[in-house]
């Protein structure tokens, strides 16, 4: 269940209106476009507190998104208006924990999310632990000092169904890899069709576990198996080139309401 009571945390809420080339022939919100609301209301907010994500580029560092759990109780249509509220709910010396919530017009709670999130050194292209300006913003506010551990993700053995892409330019982002909404993209493009048309996604899990870069290739794949009240889809991304695998991710797909 989605709570609407955010936590005594410094909040920033950033209002938009869903396009209608951000949602889908059903209607609904695409789920790699909320990821990209998202992503705008944590980065207005990262600048408030001092921690920009441009300051942090002239200092040869970038964060990095290292895991989205997401659980919707309603879809924005489109010209919907949406508030994206957003806050840092907890952080280590490495891990920092963002949340959201999207509330509807009257205020109630259509999305949660949770993500975690790392910062990158862009030379050596590695994890780092958080630098003193996000150390200190980190400091100056009252919040928990663990951040969420993301569950274990299955994967889709033997997969049942497979979509290839090619990392586009359109796809980086400021540092120079593949943007966290295109993995989602690509994950929901693996779904079958009959589950996209007769469900909607409930919900959603990825982990990010390495880079991509332009003319990559991506191949992802999928399992569907039975749910809790409907049915869920593994999804695994797989770097064609070396077999790396790059994201994990679980989707819920639930009758639509």
């Not at 979509?163 to 586009?168: D, G, H, P, Y």
């Not at 809790?228 to 790059?246: A, K």
Request: charged share 25%; glycine share 6%.
């Amino acid at each position: 269940m989605i709570s609407g009571n955010a936590p005594s945390r410094p909040t920033h809420q950033q209002r938009f209106r869903v396009r209608s080339y951000e949602t889908d022939p059903l209607g609904r919100l695409q789920v790699h476009m909320l990821c990209k609301l998202l992503q705008e209301a944590a980065t207005a907010h990262a600048a408030k507190l001092g921690v920009a994500v441009e300051s942090l580029r002239e200092a040869g560092v970038a964060w990095v998104l290292s895991h989205l759990r997401l659980r919707v109780e309603r879809w924005p249509g489109p010209d919907a208006e949406i508030v994206v509220k957003t806050w840092p709910e907890a952080a280590n010396r490495l891990l920092v924990e963002r949340r959201f919530e999207v509330l509807d017009r009257g205020g109630e709670v259509m999305v949660g999310a949770t993500t975690i999130w790392l910062v990158l050194d862009l030379e050596s292209r590695r994890p780092v632990r958080l630098p003193g300006a996000i150390a200190e913003a980190v400091a100056r506010h009252e919040i928990d000092s663990q951040p969420m551990r993301p569950e274990n993700l299955a994967g889709p053995d033997p997969a049942d169904r497979e979509a290839v892409f090619t990392v586009r330019r359109s796809d980086l982002d400021l540092a120079d890899h593949v943007n966290n909404t295109s993995y989602v993209e690509w994950a929901i493009e693996a779904v079958p069709h009959q589950v996209w048309v007769n469900h909607e996604p409930s919900e959603l899990d990825i982990s990010y576990l390495s880079e991509c870069h332009h003319g990559q290739t991506i191949v992802s794949s999928s399992r569907t198996v039975d749910g809790e009240g409907g049915l869920e889809v593994r999804h695994r991304l797989v770097r064609q080139e070396d077999g790396l695998e790059v994201a994990r991710a679980r989707t819920a797909w639930r009758p639509p309401r």
